[in-house]
């Protein structure tokens, strides 16, 4: 216990996360009080196949979350904090639009099968309505970790890391698709808004336009600091 208060009391920052808690509490009253006025469905829906060892990766989407969140909490506050940026933002943009245009899907099959991966799916269609599903969150949260992970200094060095990233990512995303838990429009609009929240996050702040106004606001505090003393 007194190294987990030491580890704590030395990364603050990862308290922060609570921040998380009440999108997820507005996700489940969103899931009980929304009724889906929208359908998404796209003609390239009817064509996709359901795979069900897509379930597999479709799976692992929670834990990649949570080691994205883990590791960058633990190597570095500012990419542990931009992650949550990331992910926090994205989630808000969602259920605002699932507040504005409730949505839902109606690509789901019949689950008959008894095999392991078939009644995984099955069991995820009784827990997870098909319900305020554009844009994908899967995608939106997939893609924030990756960005998160491919910009981490400490994770640079992990031998194929970003590699493994990037596929886990992709297939992430496919397999929303694959068990006929998303539409391609999902899919097609978390890209979308996960693109612009990564263009807010990680591109415009780094500009020269935006490092020059960093710089002359910090001096200007400096400035006003050393007048008042």
């Known amino acids: 216990m007194k190294a987990l208060h030491n580890f704590l009391s030395s990364h603050k920052h990862l308290y922060k996360i609570l921040i998380l808690l009440p999108l997820l509490i507005w996700f489940k009253y969103l899931e009980v009080s929304v009724e889906p006025v929208f359908l998404m469905h796209s003609t390239l829906d009817d064509k996709i196949p359901f795979l069900k060892f897509f379930i597999l990766p479709y799976l692992i989407w929670f834990p990649y979350i949570a080691f994205g969140l883990i590791y960058t909490g ?64 899967h995608v939106i949260n997939s893609i924030a970790v990756d960005s998160a992970l491919r910009r981490s200094k400490a994770f640079s060095k992990i031998k194929y890391g970003k590699p493994a990233s990037l ?7 496919l397999s929303t698709m694959f068990i006929k838990q998303h539409s391609i429009l999902d899919v097609a609009y978390g890209i979308l808004t996960a693109g612009v929240l990564y263009l807010m996050i990680y591109i415009i ?10 710089q002359s606001l910090s001096l200007r505090l400096r400035g006003a600091g050393d007048h008042e003393s």
């Open 74 to 137: 633990i190597h570095c506050a500012k990419d542990f904090n931009r992650l949550l940026l990331f992910l926090g933002a994205g989630m808000t943009i969602a259920y605002l639009i699932y507040s504005v245009f409730p949505n839902a899907q109606d690509l789901r099959p019949v689950i008959t099968q008894q095999d392991m991966l078939s009644r995984t799916i099955a069991f995820i269609y009784t827990t997870d309505t098909p319900t305020n599903v554009c844009p994908s969150i």
């Open 167 to 173: 596929v886990l990512t992709i297939l992430i995303c």
């Open 205 to 214: 702040p780094e500009t020269k336009i935006m490092l020059t106004l960093k």
